[in-house]
Each structure stands twice: as C-alpha cells, then as structure tokens.
C-alpha cells in the first residue's frame, strides 16, 4: 500500500509537472492554461454522463430484479476516472479519459475483481457479511459479497499469531429488520 501511496503523491506529480512544463515551451502558457481548463470542464461533464448511464443501468437492472451488468467497481472507476480529469495535468487527463471509456473501464473492473478473488482466497483479504439492515428490498441477497465489507488483512506468512483467526464467515441467515 505504502508503495501506491509514494507512487501517487511524490513521482505523478513530478510527472504531470514536466508534462505541462514541456507542453507549455512548445505551445506557450495560453494554450497550455485553455487546454488544462478544457479537460477539467470536459471531465466533469464526461464523468457527470458516464456516472448517470451507470447509475441508471442499475437501477433499470434491479427493477428487473438481477444483478447490474456492470458492478460497484465500475461506478467507483467512473468516480476515479473524473476526479482524474478534474484535477490539472496532462497524465492524470488521459488516465481518467480512458477510465471514463466503457471498453478500458470493463477491462481495468475485471482486472480489479480478479486480483481482489484472488487476494480472498490467498486469505490476504478478509470478507465480513453483515445484515441489509438500511437497505429495504435487498433482503433476499445472498453470497459472500451481499452488504459485505473488506478488510485489508496481512498475509498469513507474516501472521505471528495462534491460527485462531477465521478469515471468513459466510451464513445463510436471512438478515433482520
């Protein structure tokens, strides 16, 4: 996590920095500024349509009474994608366009979900069902992902502990109102 964290906030900045520092020399301060203005205001109004479609897809989808076609991740993304655009710089533009593009959004959400599959069997993430509690008309869900939370746990080769732990408790208990 550490990792990500010194990744985004020391060398995307430096990155974006030189970026529009060597756009700015070609094209000159003007253009640079327009085009920073621009992506901003086209971001928001790309994520804003994006994030409606998506919204509304779920909502038609559980009217329907199945599960969204496209799932949690891929609102997040949208989310992500144009907090991105909205933010000046030119690499974090591009990064938050092709979050905001359905095919490379459905690329990077089966990406996501197959690593965090992963990591749940691995037991280096740890799934927590509770009850639907505030949300009416979901009682009926079921699985281990239904009203779950994720729990970043480390990996059992670094836990010192007396193996007591349960990594997961899945029951078909109908949750209460």
């Known amino acids: ?41 086209v971001g928001a109004w790309l994520a804003r349509r994006e994030g409606g479609r998506v919204l509304r897809s779920w909502r038609e989808s559980m009217a329907r009474g199945q599960v969204p076609e496209e799932g949690i991740v891929s609102g997040a993304l949208v989310l992500v994608g144009g907090a991105l655009l909205v933010a000046p ?7 938050g366009l092709l979050l905001l593009l359905p095919p490379t959004r459905r690329f990077v959400a089966a990406r996501l979900r197959k690593s965090l599959e992963r990591k749940v069997r691995d037991g280096s993430v740890r799934v927590t069902t509770v009850g639907m509690g505030g949300f009416g008309g979901f009682g009926g869900a079921q699985g281990p992902f239904a009203g779950g939370t994720f729990d970043e746990v480390p990996p059992r080769s670094r836990q010192g502990g007396t193996g007591a732990e349960v990594d997961a408790e899945f029951t078909d208990d109908k949750p209460r109102h």
């Open 1 to 41: 996590m550490f990792k990500y964290l010194l990744l985004a906030f020391t060398v995307v900045p430096f990155i974006e920095l030189y970026l529009l520092l060597a756009i700015g020399r070609e094209v000159g301060f003007l253009p640079t500024l327009a085009m920073v203005l621009v992506t901003g205001l």
């Open 89 to 95: 710089g030119v690499f974090t533009d591009v990064v």
